[in-house]
């Protein structure tokens, strides 16, 4: 049986993901607070900033990946803050950490060790991982450190033929990017304006990068960059 384990897949870039993982062949489960709605997707539900919510569903996690021949495990689940370095909580920052470092860690600990040779360990990391913009401070020193942690992933990895790789996004048409910019068309269509083909990504195209991410062990601790071309200034 094939696997693919993705958090975050109620939602944009990692429900899109699988459903393209389902019409592979792959059973699929979402990790997430909300149901992805779709009868071959298995849902645990679980809030990954609580250590004990990620806890109820370990044992749920390892007996999937026990009977399974091939895993994908995607990280994908993140916590986007408005912030900057001089208002950023730490109370605040300690919770979005726990969802976009702590959880994919933990998950790692528990799932690594068990997973045949031939899988995979994907991080969706962000354009945002490699470069920074005001406002967003939580979430770019997260996104940096998410691909901080594919690169030791890769090498703690040696001789297991598991293979991982960061995939940074440029701007997705998702509910996270319409929910940061307030839904306000105009900054839409100037976001869509930043890259060389002038629109905003698929989430399914986000999806055909991360399941040939899985396909092609090539790639082992790549840093892909899936954004159309981002326009520099
Ligand atoms: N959209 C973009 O422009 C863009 C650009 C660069 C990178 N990315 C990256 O792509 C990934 C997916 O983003 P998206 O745009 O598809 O976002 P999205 O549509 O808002 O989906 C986010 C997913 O994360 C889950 N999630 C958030 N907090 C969670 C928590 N505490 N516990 C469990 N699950 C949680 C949500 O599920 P529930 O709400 O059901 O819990 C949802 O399924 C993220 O890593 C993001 O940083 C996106």
Same mark, same amino acid.
């Given at each position: ?23 592979? /062949? &792959? ?6 607070? %909300? *149901? ?5 997707? %298995? ?22 990946? !026990?009977?399974? !021949? ?11 803050? @408005?912030?900057?370095? $001089?208002?950023?909580? #730490?109370? !605040? ?10 959880? #994919? ?7 690594? #060790?068990?997973? #045949? ?7 969706? *990391?962000?354009?945002?991982?490699? @470069?920074? =913009?005001?406002?967003? &401070?939580?979430? =770019? ?6 691909? /901080? ?5 890769? +090498? !703690?990895? +040696? /001789? @297991? ?9 440029? $701007? ?5 990017? %319409?929910?940061? =910019?307030?839904?306000?068309? +105009? ?47």
């Amino acid at each position: 049986m094939k696997l693919a384990i993705i958090t975050g897949a109620s939602a944009g870039i990692g429900r899109a993901t699988a459903l393209r993982f389902l019409e592979e /062949g &792959f059973d699929v489960i979402n990790i997430s607070r %909300r *149901s992805a709605h779709h009868e071959s997707i %298995r849902d645990l539900s679980c809030d990954l900033s609580s250590a004990a919510s990620r806890q109820a569903i370990a044992a749920d996690l390892i007996a999937a990946v !026990d009977s399974a !021949d091939e895993v994908c495990l995607i990280h994908n689940a993140c916590r986007m803050a @408005k912030d900057n370095v $001089f208002a950023c909580d #730490p109370a !605040d920052l300690a919770i979005t950490l726990a969802v976009n470092i702590e959880a #994919p860690n933990q998950i790692n600990q528990w799932l690594l #060790p068990i997973m #045949p040779a031939g899988s995979s360990v994907i991080y969706v *990391s962000s354009t945002l991982g490699e @470069k920074a =913009v005001a406002g967003a &401070f939580s979430y =770019v020193t997260s996104k940096h450190a998410n691909i /901080g942690m594919m690169r030791a992933t890769c +090498q !703690d990895l +040696q /001789g @297991k033929g598991i293979h991982t790789c960061s995939v940074c996004p440029g $701007f997705t048409d998702t509910e996270m990017l %319409r929910t940061h =910019v307030g839904n306000d068309t +105009q900054v839409l269509q100037a976001i869509a304006a930043m890259n060389t083909f002038g629109r905003m990504i698929a989430p399914e195209e986000i999806a055909a990068t991360l399941t040939w991410a899985h396909h092609n062990p090539v790639i082992n601790g790549s840093v892909l960059h899936a954004n159309l071309g981002q326009i520099e200034s």
